[in-house]
């Protein structure tokens, strides 16, 4: 059961709000979710740092009081690196959308996973380019309608867990807006993993995805999430027939390796030396 904790010293709240997302939208859920894993962990909220790039969930960096970076569509990795090299005592915490982290921002993903750099990337997946009018992201399922693809989407779409896993994060999660206790517990994990970690949380988008697939309003989004997901220890015990368009959720891989900025201190270390 989710503790009560003061979400006001948390948020921007007397200059940021009302917020801009569509009602049914599940980004604020998932905003929850971030504020009472940093709350739980004890973090200095002025030791916390928030980088996000462009579309919905580009928002979420504007509502917290934290240290803030809104940044460039597919250029959030970038900017976080920086900070986290030039403040590496420094939470930082970054938050895309699917397609903002896996398309034009795609490069970004697989290196900084590669690097191993001592950050949470948040990748909040909706299926869809849900601010610039609905275009196919690399999420969306085959056969999905979006506004580039009126007869269904042909292209096979990313897992983004096993995309991670495969370019060396150290911690891979997935979770819902659903499940939300569920997620508060994965993100808090992710944060305290001293290496690139990736949470990415099924988010419903009720306005662009659900209205363009007929999926009904945000409260049948959120229950579709409920009878279509499973844990990995369910999923550990189900045939692939039995997984088909089964969303899994919990903790993929948390397998700790050397981490990037501490590694170049090394570097510099050797180099004083000679």
Same mark, same amino acid.
């Given at each position: 059961m989710q503790k009560s904790i003061d979400v006001y010293a948390y948020l921007r709240h007397e200059k940021k709000f009302p917020l801009i997302w569509c009602a049914g939208c599940g980004n604020g859920i998932i905003l929850g979710s971030i504020i009472r894993a940093v709350d739980g962990l004890g973090l200095d909220k002025n030791l916390v740092s928030m980088v996000s790039g462009i579309g919905c969930s580009g928002r979420t960096s504007t509502y917290v009081d934290f240290n803030t970076l809104h @940044?460039?569509?597919? /250029?959030?990795? $970038?900017?976080? @690196?920086? &900070?986290?090299?030039? /403040? =590496?005592?420094? @939470?930082?915490? &970054? &938050?895309?959308?699917?397609?903002?982290?896996?398309?034009?921002?795609?490069?970004?993903? +697989?290196?900084? $996973? /590669? /690097?191993? +750099?001592?950050m949470t990337a948040f990748i909040f997946n909706n299926n869809i380019y849900g601010m610039t009018g609905g275009q196919v992201s690399p999420t969306t399922p085959e056969g999905m309608i979006a506004s580039t693809a009126s007869y269904g989407n042909r292209e096979p779409n990313f897992d983004a867990c096993k995309l991670a896993v495969a370019a060396g994060a150290s911690f891979v999660a997935r979770g819902t807006t659903y499940e939300?206790?569920?997620?508060?517990?994965?993100?808090?994990?992710? +944060?305290?993993?001293k290496g690139f970690s990736v949470v990415e949380v099924m988010t419903p988008c009720p306005t662009i995805y659900g209205r363009y697939n007929r999926l009904g309003n945000a409260v049948k989004m959120l229950r579709m999430q409920l009878e279509d997901t &499973? @844990?990995?220890?369910?999923?550990?015990?189900?045939? =692939?027939?039995?997984?088909?368009?089964k969303v899994v959720t919990g903790v993929f891989h948390d397998a700790p390796r050397p981490e990037l900025c501490e590694e170049y201190e090394l570097v510099i270390e050797t180099a004083l030396k000679k």
């Open positions: @940044t460039t569509h597919g /250029r959030a990795l $970038a900017f976080a @690196t920086g &900070v986290k090299f030039g /403040r =590496p005592e420094l @939470t930082t915490l &970054v &938050v895309m959308g699917d397609g903002d982290c896996l398309s034009i921002g795609g490069n970004h993903f +697989i290196h900084a $996973a /590669r /690097r191993n +750099i001592d939300a206790d569920s997620l508060d517990e994965i993100i808090a994990l992710a +944060i305290q993993n &499973v @844990t990995v220890e369910e999923a550990a015990g189900m045939s =692939p027939e039995e997984l088909k368009d």
